[in-house]
């Protein structure tokens, strides 16, 4: 009894203080979602799972999903680091809640020089980033919707550099249609 | 206890490790963003203040300033032709490029094929503005091609497109530059530099709208289309302020139960009725009076769902311009149900002292109507027609094939005999010139239910595989006679340039531009510009030297009426030309 205790006590407390993300993996939700086709790709051609996490596997390297957050100021901000090696955005995916300026600050800890380029509404936004330092850009981001940036430097965006920007919400109340509502997906 | 306590911590804070308590590598911020059109050798990011002046009232009077292109079509009327005659039939084989201007794009694209340079690039006083696939704007020097501004909007990824990642050009009017981007908004850039005066969102891209024509100033109003009706959306048209944006008002091309027209739906058919307004329309000032097509009705191919005639889809609408309201309307396709749309341009013009109003529609007919009333004159057949019969002395409509659900051939296609690329009128010989597709295709019946932001098609058409061909055509429209026929190697699908010297300008998706004389139809000269032309070539003058400007770039709905040509070579140039 003692010895189980505190291990319950462990991992209980490791998967409220990692967000609980590894339980909900189990969610039947998300198992649907497993693609054998995929799972059986990664484990017949391991070696092109690397070294960005399954770029081929899943399309897009994967540096994982975070949602920025918003200061005082009303502008949403997050961080992305370049791993060594990698060729990839870390995190790779960012979500906003609603339409509006992104701040993101980014650090190449990389032993190549990167660059990113950003869309923002009236010109894209160009970023350089030397070995071991890093940089802000902000860009304005209008509208609901997906947006990819990307390395430009070499082929390092076909290699991985790819990331996703996801603003979510709903098109302006006095553009949307006059309908009754309408059944959705 | 507290041993138990301290032990815990300890592996609570080695799994933590584990499962991702990741850290931030700590580098010094040395970087700044630059704005990418900085990047661009000897582009000032001004332009000279040549909008300020053009207003409604100048637009009117367009005519008389020949060295511009004021308007989409060069005009109100719509007629897409040019009073300079420097280059004339005598001299245009010595046509040589003046200058070239290459937009290119870089990244990721989504279905490149889809992505073609339409536009029809406005001209004011030796500046020219020339819209883009992916929010792009540039303002160049008319005169050299060098570049002066270019704005960009960022366009999702995810915008629900019908067709292709178009776009059709601006409007300019008091020192704006007006443009609709792809997922529905109109922005109003400052014409000296591009800079983002006001934005309106139009469409919703959650319901399936989008947008790619270009908009057209009336009076104090910029006018603007939507797309979308392959979405079941409830086409509109949305006219805003010049100065401020405010929206001045709506107009649905579906009406709702109780409104004029709803007899001509069931149930709630009307909530995804299409009805688009995808072509900019064309207006007469005398009458005061805004004609502009609208698109199918949803679900294109699946009539069951929608009973009755469908009004006022696949028609021309007539409309007060100050508010938006209904003065008469024409439809071309009653219960369309072979996606040919109503939207192709309604070209106004004279004859014995009537004001006419002159259509080829997709659906393979010429119409040429009383502009004052909406009165039918005369239909002509000017493509290759199996879906039905139009009597050519009354107008009568009466079908004959329909989308089955083993597949019937009819035609034309989807794309029908002419697409959204224009024809145009010479005052000067008197004749209508049409670029012409002449393709078929097997029209399925698919029925599936409605989901909003979802392609709402009821069944397929599909081209691959059949013969496909093209012609540009002359056509008297005082009588309907064909005056000449030209066979190009494909479906002919570039908007035609009439111009004083007796010619008219079109291309072909080989690549070509092609001159011919406007009373022969004999070829005089040709160009290879690399990459197949699906736009609307215009022409202008700097300095007294005549220019012809044709946007080439191939893209666009191409299994509509090409599918074979998806492989074609791509591009996204403007090729300008002048004598010597």
């Keep these: ?185 | 206890m507290v041993k138990s306590l301290l032990s815990c911590s300890v592996l609570v804070t080695a799994l933590l490790g584990v499962v991702g308590c990741e850290s931030f590598p700590k580098h010094p911020v040395t970087q700044s963003q630059k704005p990418f059109n900085e990047f661009v050798e000897n582009m000032p990011g001004r332009a000279p203040d040549v909008t300020r002046s053009v207003t409604g009232e100048r637009i009117v009077r367009a005519r008389s300033e020949p060295q511009n292109w004021l308007t989409y079509y060069g005009a109100y009327d719509g007629q897409r032709h040019s009073a300079l005659d420097q280059i004339t039939r005598d001299n245009v084989k010595n046509l040589k490029t003046a200058w070239v201007f290459q937009a290119g794009v870089i990244g990721i694209q989504a279905a490149p094929a889809t992505y073609s340079l339409e536009a029809a690039p406005i001209v004011v006083d030796g500046v020219m503005f020339l819209s883009g696939w992916d929010g792009y704007v540039w303002a160049l020097d008319a005169a050299t091609g060098a570049p002066l501004w270019r704005y960009r909007h960022a366009i999702p990824l995810d915008t629900p497109l019908c067709c292709g990642n178009v776009n059709r050009g601006v409007a300019v009017a008091k020192g704006k530059v007006f443009f609709s981007t792809l997922n529905g908004h109109l922005l109003a850039l400052d014409a000296r530099n591009g800079k983002l005066m006001w934005e309106k969102a139009f469409a919703d891209v959650r319901a399936g709208e989008s947008a790619t024509a270009a908009p057209l100033v009336v009076k104090n109003m910029v006018i603007v289309g939507s797309s979308g009706g392959e979405y079941g959306v409830r086409g509109h048209l949305d006219a805003f302020d010049v100065d401020t944006g405010a929206q001045v008002w709506r107009r649905y091309n579906v009406p709702k139960p109780g409104e004029p027209g709803s007899e001509t739906w069931e149930g709630d058919s009307w909530q995804q009725g299409g009805g688009t307004t995808w072509i900019t329309g064309t207006y007469d000032p005398d009458l005061d009076t805004l004609y502009w097509g609208t698109g199918n009705p949803g679900p294109p191919f699946d009539g069951g769902a929608r009973p009755k005639s469908n009004l006022y889809t696949s028609s021309v609408v007539a409309l007060d311009p100050d508010d938006g309201t209904l003065k008469w309307h024409y439809q071309w396709t009653p219960h369309d149900v072979w996606d040919y749309d109503g939207v192709n341009e309604n070209i106004l013009f004279e004859q014995d002292g009537r004001k006419l109003l002159a259509h080829f529609d997709r659906n393979g007919y010429l119409f040429v109507l009383d502009r004052t009333n909406g009165k039918f004159i005369r239909a002509t057949r000017f493509g290759k027609v199996t879906w039905g019969d139009i009597d050519e002395r009354t107008g009568v409509v009466t079908p004959r094939l329909m989308p089955t659900k083993e597949g019937i051939e009819i035609c034309p296609g989807p794309a029908g005999a002419k697409e959204w690329t224009h024809a145009s009128y010479s005052p000067q010989t008197k004749l209508l010139y049409v670029p012409v597709i002449e393709a078929c295709a097997d029209f399925k019946l698919i029925p599936h239910e409605f989901k909003e932001g979802m392609a709402y098609w009821g069944g397929e058409a599909t081209v691959a595989g059949k013969p496909q061909s093209g012609y540009v055509k002359a056509f008297d429209p005082a009588n309907g006679r064909e005056v000449w026929s030209w066979k190009g190697q494909s479906p002919m699908v570039a908007s035609v340039l009439t111009t004083a010297g007796g010619l008219v300008f079109t291309g072909e998706p080989n690549g070509m531009v092609d001159a011919f004389d406007a009373r022969t139809g004999d070829l005089l000269w040709q160009f290879q510009t690399g990459s197949g032309i699906h736009s609307n070539p215009v022409s202008y003058s700097v300095a007294g030297k005549q220019y012809i400007a044709v946007p080439s770039g191939w893209g666009g709905w191409l299994e509509g009426f090409a599918p074979e040509m998806y492989g074609a070579s791509r591009g996204t140039a403007l090729y300008v030309f002048a004598l010597p």
Excluded at chain 1, 69 to 79: A, K, L, P, T, Y
Excluded at chain 1, 92 to 118: K, W
Excluded at chain 1, 144 to 159: D, E, T
Aim: proline residues 8%.
């Design chain 1, 1 to 185: 009894m003692n010895i189980v205790r505190p291990w319950l006590t462990i991992a209980a407390a490791s998967l409220l203080l990692s967000g609980c993300q590894y339980a909900r993996l189990l969610r039947p939700k998300v198992l649907k979602q497993l693609n054998p086709r995929v799972v059986r790709l990664v484990n017949e051609f391991p070696e092109i799972d690397k070294p960005n996490e399954a770029i081929v596997g899943r399309l897009f390297a994967h540096g994982g999903l975070s949602h920025a957050r918003e200061g005082g100021d009303g502008v949403f901000r997050q961080r992305i680091s370049v791993p060594k090696n990698q060729y990839m955005w870390y995190p790779a995916i960012i979500t906003m809640p609603r339409e509006g300026e992104l701040e993101l600050e980014f650090s190449n800890d990389d032993v190549v020089t990167h660059a990113v380029m950003m869309p923002s509404d009236g010109e894209r936004q160009v970023l350089f980033l030397p070995v071991k330092q890093a940089g802000k850009v902000r860009v304005k981001l209008g509208q609901p919707g997906l947006y990819w940036f990307g390395c430009p430097i070499s082929n390092h965006a076909g290699r991985g550099m790819l990331g996703l920007v996801i603003v979510k919400g709903e098109t302006p109340a006095e553009a949307r249609l006059d309908r009754p509502k309408q059944d959705r997906p």
